[in-house]
């Protein structure tokens, strides 16, 4: 600041200006604390609001100062030359913390890395990316903040590093590897990202087209088009299931088999029923085999004997598999920021917490944000999008098949300013309708007891069909057997 208006005045006034010394109305040798760094950089702060950003001081000890920043990159560096001028005590000012260091490593991965939170002695950071340089993070942070303790007087400590290093699976890796690594994501996370999938640009973009035309046609089309299918199929908006359940939301729910794709194709476009009929089945054959694929290398991974056991209840000819396309307009009129994931004036739910009832669900969405996926801790965490890759989710049943050993993932959708619609093409894979799941014999043994007990896919689906968005449905198929063997030996 000091040095612009030097700048100013120099041109003005040539060499007649000699020294500008910048003066304070409030006693400059004040503390430096965490709220006197925030309170000056209120100077800053409408320029930052009106690109929607924001800044916030999380800690000042020692001579160092740790700035949570999101804004433009000049105005970042805005923000560090202000602090560095008015308290020049501190010498260290990261502005998003010495993290930046690393920020080009994850960035290279189509990863981001924040600091949430730094709370007596906790820091929590948000993390995608590959696993290795989330525990670089880690690692890092430890190396930087740790070596502070025995230097300052009233120590800031960084305890507890938290990098969320949601899984990116190269899946053109060698099998062996994948099997493990894919084993380990549904394990940790029952959800991971896909990339090198091999499902072709031209099918996806194809589909993508027939779906945003869709989408942009009146809503009295839509629903005389698409509204009257059987239930639970077809256009709906802003109802989810049966229940009650809303969301922001527009949707066309199809049965994935060949005669009710055929069937909503006529219904969509009379003239030419073909064109949406392939997009739709060459999409879903190709995302069809990419599922089949990745359910036997998990059987693999587990050292299932049979390998196909998995992927032949989806590749079934009468699989119950279905696909989504979803659609969520835009908000309007919103450039407030809250870092906060709580709903507020500038959030709606698109898509309430769930977990998918099927095997194995493949997501791939358009460039705008609003997936979350929720940790074993409960920690909810912000999938960024990328068009190029595929999200893959756990289901019940798989659950069910491991015996608990995957979670099915539990997720949401929630819609933020953005000016771009978001749209998801989702597919569902699941098993025949009369197929019996219940946990594989390998998932079974003495000190892991079958925790449910055998159902039909049937009854699981009336069952989740009957219940609440956000339900626990598995809970209903719990072995009551084992259950009170158990109680009994305690
Ligand atoms: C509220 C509901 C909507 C849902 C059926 C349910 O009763 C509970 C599960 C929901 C869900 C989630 C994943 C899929 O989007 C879906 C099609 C499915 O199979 O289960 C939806 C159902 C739906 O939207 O009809
Ligand atoms: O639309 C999305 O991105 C996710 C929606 C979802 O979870 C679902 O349809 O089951
Ligand atoms: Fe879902």
Partial sequence: ??????????????????????????????????????????????????????????????????????????????????????????????????????????????????????????CLVKYVGPDSIGSGVKAAIKERYLSMVVSSPTPFRTKKARAVGIPIIDLSLERSVLSEKIVQACQDYGFFKVVNHGVPMEIIARMEKEGSDFFAKPASEKQQQAGGLPSPFGYGCKNIGFNGDVGELEYLLLHTNHLSISDISKAISSINPTKFSCAVNDYIQAVRSLTCEMLDLVAEGLFVPDKSVFSRLIGDVHSDSCFRLNHYPPMENSREWDPSPKLNANTRMGFGEHSDPQILTILRSNDVEGLQICLHDGLWVPITPDPTEFCVFVGDVLQAMTNGKFVSARHRVIVANSVKPR???????????????????????????SLYKPFTWSEFKKAAYSLPLEDCRLNRFKDSLQLSLRTQKL
Avoid at 62 to 80: A, F, H, T
């Fill in 423 to 449: 749209m998801s093409m989702i597919y569902f894979g699941a098993p025949p309708l009369n197929a019996w799941i219940s946990p594989l014999p390998k998932m079974v043994s003495p000190p892991k007891p």
């Fill in 1 to 122: 600041m000091k040095m612009g208006i030097e700048r100013v005045l120099k041109e003005k006034f040539g060499d007649t200006v000699k020294d500008i010394r910048q003066v304070y109305d409030d006693d400059h040798t004040s503390e430096t604390t965490v709220e006197a760094v925030n309170g000056h950089l209120d100077i800053l702060r409408p320029a930052i609001k009106n690109y929607g950003g924001n800044v916030q001081v999380l800690s000042v000890e020692g001579g160092d100062c740790l700035v949570k920043y999101v804004g433009p990159d000049s105005i970042g560096s805005g923000v560090k030359a202000a602090i560095k001028e008015r308290f020049p005590d501190n010498t260290n000012v990261a502005v998003n913390g010495h993290l930046d260091i690393l920020r080009p490593a994850i960035k290279n991965y189509g990863g981001n890395v924040q600091v949430l939170s730094v709370e007596g002695g906790d």
